[in-house]
């Protein structure tokens, strides 16, 4: 029996879901900032949760980012600041690249796993999702990493200097890896190697990408996650006097001891730039 057994994955009836982005990760990952996207703030009380590239402050603190509860948290990474690799957070933001759940959206499925015996590695939960549903999904949900794993980016990618060809210096920190870590965690998979999902995969270009960083990944993935200073009942609860974290959650060496989560499989994207 596969240790990610207990994992309980229930249809809701709903059908898939239209989702959205602001700018590409392509543009993150080659540190282009388009013009369009350097002069323009948005709001995020507009999406119902968001995850990617932002800031509160300006461009020169861009960072790890997710909204959640009309509120943008991400890891500044301004080095002339005194919030230099610490969470800020606001109600205002710009990004270079940002996946949205937009308001309104019903989850196709449920996912939950509990177990005193055992832990959900998040690519076993990748794996088990993509296995019984078989279409690229989104999720959003609470839980508790008995081992966690994470990262963020050090420096704003908006100068041209690609991000994995300079990897010293977008990364000059230390890999944040903890034990019994409670986290909001969002994301999104697919598998790029099916040709049925061709069409689809084409549009999520805009937000997955293959990680060097992440060791043996089968489908292609991106999560990011908060770091919460004490266990939350549900994703409402969350507030900026729980947020300590806003990074990127590496698959490799990240563990789910407690995990709910809201499944989204997707039809199609929408382009919010200019909403």
Partial sequence: MSQFSKLKIESTGNGPVKLGFIGSVRDVLAAYLPKTLSNNTFFAKDYLYGFELASTMDKYSLGEALLVNGTCYSTSSDKTSPEYNNVIHGREFLTGGLFIFPHGVEPTHKATFKSNESTLTLMDLYTELYEKIKKPVAFAG????????????????????????????????????????????????????????????KQLEVVLY??????????????????LNQPIRKIEDISPDLVDGALHLLADGTNFSYLQADIYTISCLVNYQNE
Avoid: M, Q, R, W
């Avoid at 081992?147 to 200097?161: L, M, Q, R, S, V």
């Avoid at 293959?210 to 770091?227: E, M, Q, R, W, Y």
């Fill in 142 to 201: 609470i839980g508790e990493c008995a081992n966690f794993h994470a990262t963020a980016i050090g420096k704003p990618p908006i100068d041209g200097k690609t991000i994995f060809d300079h990897k010293e210096e977008y990364f000059p920190n230390p890999e944040i890896k903890k034990n019994n870590v409670t986290v909001f965690v969002t994301g999104a998979l697919t598998n790029y190697n099916d040709s049925d999902l061709s069409e689809i995969n």
């Fill in 210 to 227: 293959k990680n060097p960083f992440d060791s043996g990944a089968i489908l292609s993935n991106h999560a990011h996650v908060l770091t």
